[in-house]
């Protein structure tokens, strides 16, 4: 049987073609995007992008090599939405996230000038699906780039009531898993537990606040079970800590914010989306106290502040926070100084690890102070309330680091 992917290329340049003239041949043009794919598959590896999407990214763009090899393109024509667009077509791909990726990386090392656009359609939905997204805008305060995958989702499940003929007020858990299995077939199980999580928000929507749902169907959309891993949570050794603070820079704004983000994770065990949340309110100078209000098992807790990481603030305070009239601790440095991200947090923390020569993320903090709360005689469960767990299962997790340190001292095996 003939391959029809010559075939769907060439019919794709003819209408290029049709549409644009026939463009000149660029010899330079291949071997440029040869040399980017592998710049930017090595910064993939060097920033810690999991195994799995370096694999994802490299295949997707092997094949838009393939596909580009077949045309007639100048560099700047490679990434355009037309281009982009029918090499989607013409592969079968469902998204071409790792395109968009290049395309972001290159307008970054001043190749090309334009990244092409995440969401090309970022047309108006139908009735409720819209509704929705104001409610969240309105009453969530969520941002536009939190807005953007929310978007995409609710478009997907959109298109998949029209095609199926469902109605929000009939809708049925087997649909819904329907729709899910076809979404989420080429994505990571990360990527697929954010979408059901925003698929949930939708349904407890449609039943809390609008009354069309007569059962809550929310917690009722799980995902395939994921089986505990055996390795222990990762951490840093007192040198790598050393080695961490003493490569931090206080010369600018953004470097004390950087500081006061790392005592925070450090010091207090706090989540990245915990820091982004801390507000001037919540912080007692005096006493030397913060209370972490908005905790992932919904208890508040109040934890002591180290000596140097209340200087880390308070030097942020006066050197380094924006003047708003904002409550939150931690602010962008662009008007109208606003509350950060949590995946900015963690990309600032990151960043700092990095600069410090450690292969780590910014949960290795979160770890460390744990392993400091069992090597200093904390019980399990006084563990359990301080990181903020759910479930004492979570917390157990950390008795293994224990263990290990122990073989590893009186046994010298290493770890």
Request: net charge positive; charged share 20%; proline share 6%.
């Amino acid at each position: 049987m003939a391959d029809p992917y010559p075939q769907q290329c060439s019919q794709w340049l003819d209408w290029y073609n049709q549409q644009y003239g026939s463009p000149q041949k660029d010899p330079a043009a291949v071997p440029r995007l040869t040399r980017a794919i592998a710049d930017y598959l090595g910064w993939m590896k060097s920033v810690n992008y999991t195994a799995a999407s370096q694999h994802l990214h490299r295949t997707q763009l092997e094949l838009f090599l393939n596909f580009v090899k077949n045309q007639h393109l100048h560099w700047q024509q490679i990434f355009s939405v037309n281009t982009r667009e029918h090499f989607k077509n013409t592969s079968g791909l469902r998204t071409t996230a790792a395109v968009n990726a290049l395309s972001r990386y290159l307008v970054e090392k001043g190749q090309i000038k334009m990244p092409l656009p995440q969401h090309p359609s970022s047309r108006k939905l139908a009735g409720i699906f819209e509704e929705y997204l104001q409610f969240r805008q309105d009453s969530r305060q969520t941002n536009v780039r939190q807005l953007n995958p929310i978007r995409r989702v609710l478009s997907a499940l959109c298109d998949y009531f029209n095609q199926h003929d469902i109605t929000p007020a009939r809708l049925r858990i087997e649909q819904l898993d329907a729709f899910m299995a076809e979404f989420c077939q080429s994505f990571l199980p990360g990527t697929c537990r954010n979408y059901r999580t925003i698929v949930r928000g939708f349904l407890t929507y449609l039943y809390q606040q609008r009354g069309i749902l007569k059962k809550d169907l929310a917690p009722l959309l799980i995902g395939a079970a994921q089986f505990a891993k055996a390795k222990p949570p990762k951490f840093l050794r007192p040198h790598e800590v050393k080695q961490l603070f003493e490569s931090l820079s206080v010369t600018s704004a953004k470097d004390l914010r950087t500081y006061v983000m790392v005592h925070l994770a450090y010091t207090l065990g706090l989540r990245p989306c915990e820091i982004c949340r801390i507000t001037l309110d919540d912080i007692a100078f005096k006493k030397a106290q913060v209370n972490v209000e908005d905790r992932k098992n919904k208890q508040p807790l109040t934890l002591p502040i180290p000596e140097q990481t209340l200087k880390a603030i308070v030097a942020y305070m006066v050197g380094g926070r924006p003047n708003s009239q904002e409550r939150h601790l931690i602010l962008s440095f662009h008007a109208p100084y606003g509350p950060i991200v949590p995946g900015l947090v963690g990309r600032y923390i990151q960043e700092a690890m990095h600069k410090a020569s450690l292969s780590s993320t910014p949960y290795w903090l979160r770890h460390s102070y744990a392993q400091h709360l069992l090597s200093s005689g904390a019980s399990i469960y006084e563990i359990k309330q301080m990181l903020g767990h759910r479930h004492i299962e979570s917390s157990r997790k950390y008795l293994h680091i224990h263990t290990d340190l122990m073989r590893e001292v009186i046994l010298d095996e290493p770890l």
